[in-house]
């Protein structure tokens, strides 16, 4: 039998890669985001723009999912009128722990030019904000970076303490 001996002092040390078990949680969590298909408004064009081939979410372990159950991200892609805030939250409370949100556009952000009176005036007076995207709306190249942002927001969070509760404009 061939006898192979490496000698690691003259290839760049041991292949060993120390960390911690909340750490390696939070990456694999990190990396395997699966988002609600959730698309109110035309910023949810660019939402499906961002999960075809072009840009390819997938990469990302982004993988859109039809059931909030099945999902830990929600994408507010669009106008939230005052009429469907009731469902986006039972949606919300669908979705298992630990969730996040990403509000896309101005109009999910502040209610946009929408300033009437069946829009809500920002998604985070209903539910917990995580992420905030600018723009009208905002490229698909935006999201694929609001992502890679909440990556490294998770990253940093640990997967046994208590989160703290998330505030409600
Ligand atoms: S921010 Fe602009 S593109 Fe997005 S839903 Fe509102 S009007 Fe449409």
Redesign the pocket.
Known sequence: MALHKVDYSKQNGLPIVLTTVDKLIQWGRSNSLWAVSYG???????MMAAGGGRFDFDRFGVIFRASAKQSEVMII???LTKKHAEFTRRLYDAMPEPKWVIS??????TG???NTYSTVQGCDRIIPVDIYLP????RPETLQYALMILQKKIRRQTPRRKQPPKRLV
């Open positions: 109110l408004a035309c910023c949810a064009i660019e892609a669009g106008t896309m556009g101005s109009c999910a952000n946009g030019m929408f723009g009208c709306a905002p």
